[in-house]
């Protein structure tokens, strides 16, 4: 995948705000500081693109960034952040559900899951969503670099047989250090849309 241009466009705080939806986009979604800004980041190799933190809670908006100037990248912000009021997380809630629900121009959606971790009700909850509005995710295990390669397979299996029930989809392992996945990850977003104009598409 060649990526000549990468910039943020804009951060919005609810559907309507969001830019026009005459650009194909790809929202990247999960728990709270699992690493989705920084799998932006290195998807693109813009690496200061997205703002990545070890402090959950980081990315807040529903993010745009401009790819090749054709098509969206979004960072969209996590979900089961405890130190957030109730009344906060209730807010986030219903602006990602109305996006994910009503962007029209939503191609595919990345969860990204920590590999370490068993998935929660937030994950779970979210993937039952994606199933009931028809979308296809994309499941991403993030931090795969935390793990030995068995370890890795081994928890990429038991995630798979707890996310069975709500997405029947495979799982693609990943790391942000070492690279891992990337490209398989640009796979899986090619297949998920039917969109000529992405770059690595020769006309
Ligand atoms: P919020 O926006 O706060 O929800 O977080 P986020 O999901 O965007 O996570 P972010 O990309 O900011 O990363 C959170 C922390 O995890 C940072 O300290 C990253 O350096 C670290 N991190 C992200 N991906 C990886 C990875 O693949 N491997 C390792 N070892 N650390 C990672
Ligand atoms: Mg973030």
């Known amino acids: 995948m060649i990526?000549?241009?990468?910039?943020?466009?804009?951060?919005?705080?609810?559907?309507?705000?969001?830019?026009?939806?005459?650009?194909?986009?790809?929202?990247?979604i999960g728990r709270s500081n699992v690493g989705k800004s920084s799998l932006i980041n290195m998807l693109t190799g813009f690496s200061h693109l997205a703002k990545t933190s070890g402090n959950p809670g980081k990315t807040r908006t529903i993010n745009h960034f401009l790819i090749?100037?054709?098509?969206?990248?979004?960072?969209?912000?996590?979900?089961?952040?405890a130190r957030v009021s109730k009344e906060t997380q209730r807010t986030w809630g219903t602006m990602v559900e109305t996006y994910l629900r009503k962007r029209?121009?939503?191609?595919?959606v990345v969860v990204?899951?920590?590999?370490?971790?068993?998935p929660n009700q937030g994950d779970l909850d979210l993937l039952a969503w994606l199933k009931g509005y028809g979308r296809r995710p994309i499941v991403v295990l993030t931090k795969a670099d935390k793990l030995s390669r068995n370890q890795s397979r081994q928890r990429a299996a038991e995630i798979r047989a707890r996310l069975e029930p709500v997405c029947?989809?495979?799982?693609?392992?990943?790391?942000?250090?070492t690279r891992e996945g990337r490209e398989e990850i640009?796979?899986?977003?090619?297949?998920?849309?039917?969109?000529?104009?992405?770059?690595g598409r020769r006309p």
């Open 104 to 108: 029209s121009s939503l191609k595919a």
């Open 186 to 199: 640009w796979k899986a977003i090619r297949e998920a849309t039917e969109v000529d104009s992405l770059p």
């Open 112 to 118: 990204i899951l920590d590999i370490r971790r068993e």
């Open 168 to 177: 029947a989809t495979g799982a693609v392992l990943f790391s942000a250090k």
């Open 3 to 28: 990526i000549h241009s990468a910039s943020f466009i804009q951060c919005s705080a609810s559907l309507k705000q969001c830019p026009d939806p005459v650009k194909p986009e790809f929202g990247f």
């Open 68 to 81: 090749n100037e054709s098509w969206f990248l979004v960072d969209l912000p996590g979900y089961g952040y």
